[in-house]
């Protein structure tokens, strides 16, 4: 079988994968005063040979140009490599790193030095720096998400909110699978909550807990891959988004027995 598109259509040239990727991002605001990040890089390998003297090293930019460099983390490798299920899909290897970083420093966006006997490849995500968003920041420890199989969808969600920002409204979005009349495929509907703070302020970082929680009954079939999306409005000198993040890292939130 072909697919075939009307003429008119314009094709855009194959999607190839993207060589360096970070995945798996989080970042834990505490007391302490600092912010630790922490998240996964991704490199295409081809099934060829790692060389044994490797170093994968990621470079912070500091959200306040004023302060002092913020030191680099070394990656380490992961033992498992993966690839895609069709037989000629790539295969990538994996580095993790972890980074403590103060806050009063802030983070921007971070590149990736990649280090083969010496010679360096840096990746800088077209000049840009690879993002970082620290107005709202998901807190992966204190939150927990759910997929019931048939039964629902729990998501208790926590951010912490920059207070110099000056968001008067934290939203979170999250995409419902929804029944489509003749199609086996689900749609999603935005499901919208208005984030409430807390009232609780962790000392000697400017950051404060927002916290919403959701759990609805699906009226499609069963998706196990969920995302949800933050934005913040207010006086500040911009506003806030951050679109598509995976429910990922989070515990599972505890299930209701007589559901």
Known sequence: MIDTVPKEVQLSRVITPIPLK????FIAVDESG???ISGDIRIQ???KPVPASRKVLVHFNPRFT????IAGA??????QDTTGLHPYSPSFGWWNFTMSVPISQGLASFTVEVLDDGSPTMHTNGGTGFPVETDIIPQARLSCSAVYMGKKYSLNLTVTVRD???LQKVILTVPIPV???GSIVPGFEPYVLNMEKTGVVLESTGYSLYTASLDVRPSAMYVTIMSYGL???GEGARDVEVPFVLWKGFASCPYECNE
């Open 22 to 25: 970070p995945d798996n991002i």
């Open 34 to 36: 600092d912010m630790t």
């Open 45 to 47: 390998i081809d099934d």
């Open 66 to 69: 004023d302060t002092p460099a």
């Open 74 to 79: 070394i990656a380490s490798k992961l033992e």
């Open 164 to 166: 110099d920002a000056l």
């Open 179 to 181: 029944k489509q009349e």
């Open 231 to 233: 934005s913040g409005r």
